[in-house]
C-alpha cells in the first residue's frame, strides 16, 4: 500500500550553508587559509569594481542630463528668436525700402543676420567644449585604490 504524502516522513535537511565569517564565528579562532584570504580579495576587488562602474554610470549620467538639458533650452530659444528675427527682418526691409530698393535693403539685413550667426556659433561652440563627459571623480577613486593596492597600509 502507498504511503500519502501527509503520512511521510519529512525529507532529511541539507547542512546549513554558512558564510565565511560565519564558519569563523563558530570555529575556534584559527589563522584563515590561503583559498579565505584569496576568496575574501576576490569579493573585495569584485565589490570594488561595482561601486567604481557606479560612480563612472553616475557622473555620466549627470553631466549627460546636463548638456541635453541645455541643448533642448538652445533649441526652444533657438525656435522662437529664428520667428522673431524673421519677422523683425522683413519690418527692417520694408522700412529701409522706403529710403532705398527693396533689394539693397534685403541684402544689408541678410548681411548683418548673418555675422550675428556666426558669431553665436563661434560661442556655442566654446560652451558645448566645456561639457566634461570623462567621469573626474571615478578617475580620482581608482588612482587611490591603485595607490592603496601598491602601498597597502595594513
Avoid at 550553508?17 to 584570504?37: N, V
Avoid at 562602474?53 to 555620466?60: F, P, R, S, T
Avoid at 548681411?111 to 561639457?131: C, D, H, M, P
Amino acid at each position: 500500500m502507498a504511503i500519502s504524502a501527509h503520512e511521510r516522513p519529512p525529507a532529511p535537511s541539507a547542512p546549513p550553508r554558512w558564510t565565511t565569517a560565519e564558519r569563523r564565528a563558530t570555529e575556534p579562532r584559527t589563522e584563515p587559509s590561503i583559498g579565505d584570504l584569496v576568496g575574501e580579495i576576490g569579493a573585495d576587488l569584485s565589490h570594488l569594481v561595482r561601486d567604481e562602474i557606479e560612480l563612472a554610470k553616475a557622473e555620466i549620467k549627470q553631466e549627460s542630463a546636463k548638456a541635453g538639458k541645455a541643448a533642448g533650452m538652445l533649441g526652444g530659444a533657438g525656435y522662437a528668436g529664428h520667428l522673431a528675427l524673421l519677422l523683425g527682418s522683413l519690418t527692417i526691409v520694408f522700412a529701409l525700402a522706403h529710403a532705398m530698393d527693396i533689394a539693397w535693403a534685403a541684402l544689408i539685413v541678410t548681411g548683418v543676420w548673418a555675422v550675428a550667426g556666426a558669431v553665436l556659433y563661434v560661442n556655442g561652440r566654446a560652451q558645448l567644449r566645456t561639457v566634461n563627459l570623462k567621469p573626474e571623480q571615478t578617475v580620482e577613486t581608482v588612482k587611490e585604490d591603485v595607490r592603496w593596492a601598491r602601498h597597502p597600509i595594513s
